[in-house]
């Protein structure tokens, strides 16, 4: 009678608990090359991440018995409702997992998660900026190699950039994911002397230093900062630290 009621135990906690795997691939990449819009796009940048999901349960994984008819469609409604896209808003990079759940094979739980980021369109500049009166002095910074403000005003500029220094407390800490000795100059830099250095950089660069953009990216800013070479990565990283080897 003991081993009976223990096995029935192991058989209850076999049928609860379950095992489950899951799998996913990247449906669609996308880079700003790539892009072909029906309107002039000055530049793009990552905004957040969303997703939908949408489940499945079925007897011997295999019949459906309950969950919705549709579940692409399920999962992309839930994506949409998520991103909630405002105007100039696209969902790109959008990738398709499965989980899968099984109750001693007899029942099966199928969840599809459809996850993207939401990339914000930038028109180019409606108006270009007054040019500066000519008895103007423009202030300079303490530092011989640091650009005036009124340098980085007429100079090109990012708005991947310009987001990243008003974000810069937001990249402390996934920054140290990938630099643990990272120390981050207080007070910060100057934002013209960031932004420059920051449009001096690639696309992928000018993303990854954005605080939001690498806790999610983490992985892959990782390999665009180890793409750059020594030297630049030195000059680049001198800008807001003063350590992070």
Not at 11 to 35: I, N
Not at 201 to 219: F, I, M, N, S, T
Request: aromatic share 8%; charged share 20%; proline share 8%.
């Amino acid at each position: 009678m003991a081993k009976m009621n223990m096995l029935l135990r192991v058989l209850g906690c076999l049928v609860g608990a379950g095992c489950a795997t899951s799998s996913g691939f990247l449906r669609d990449a996308t880079t700003l090359s790539q892009h072909q819009y029906r309107q002039d796009v000055a530049a793009v940048r990552y905004v957040r991440s969303a997703a939908g999901s949408a489940a499945i349960g079925s007897v011997f994984c295999a019949i459906p018995v309950s969950g919705g008819e549709a579940p692409y469609k399920d999962a992309m409604v839930a994506l949409h409702k998520d991103a909630a896209l405002k105007p100039n808003e696209v969902l790109e990079n959008i990738r398709e997992d499965h989980t899968i759940t099984a109750y001693l094979v007899f029942y099966c739980t199928i969840t599809l998660t459809i996850s993207a980021d939401v990339i914000e369109l930038i028109p180019p500049a409606t108006a270009t900026p007054p040019a500066p009166s000519s008895s103007t002095k423009p202030t300079t910074d303490a530092r011989s190699d640091s650009p005036t403000e009124a340098d980085a005003t007429s100079a090109a500029t990012s708005p991947d950039c310009d987001l990243a220094y008003d974000d810069l407390g937001q990249l402390i800490k996934p920054f140290r994911w990938l630099y643990p000795n990272a120390a981050f100059l207080v007070p910060p830099p100057p934002r013209a002397r960031f932004v420059m250095a920051c449009v001096d950089q690639p696309e992928d660069v000018q993303r990854c230093l954005r605080g939001p953009y690498l806790k999610v990216h983490a992985d892959e800013c990782k390999g665009t900062f180890a793409h750059l070479s020594s030297k630049a990565r030195q000059r680049l990283f001198a800008v807001f630290l003063s350590d992070y080897e």
